[in-house]
């Protein structure tokens, strides 16, 4: 079963990471305030990154791995700045 990473920003401009089988349906329920806690405190919530993976626990070891990530970080991912993600990365570790 094909797993998708998505993230969400939220009203406060926070980020959201999660991962599912149904993409369409998970956004809608975060819309509808039925997606967690969490969502439900910060909407409205849109969709701002998706990636499909072969299994359902792919998307979820990137979830884990991209919700440890720091925001500027996250937001290289968003613009496809590979370039700074290794940089930032780099950083991290210094």
């Keep these: ?7 969400l920003r939220c009203a406060d401009g926070s ?6 089988t149904n993409l369409e349906l998970r956004v809608a329920e975060h819309e509808a305030g039925e997606g967690g806690t969490y969502t439900a405190q910060r909407l409205p919530v849109k969709l701002v990154y998706a990636c499909e993976f072969d299994t359902l626990h792919e998307a979820f070891l990137r979830e884990r791995q991209v919700k440890g990530w ?5 937001e290289a991912l968003l613009r496809g700045d590979y370039e700074a993600l290794v940089e930032f990365s780099k950083a991290r570790s210094s």
């Design 1 to 7: 079963m094909k797993g998708h990473l998505y993230m």
């Design 15 to 20: 980020y959201y990471v999660g991962s599912t």
């Design 70 to 74: 720091s925001r500027r970080k996250k």
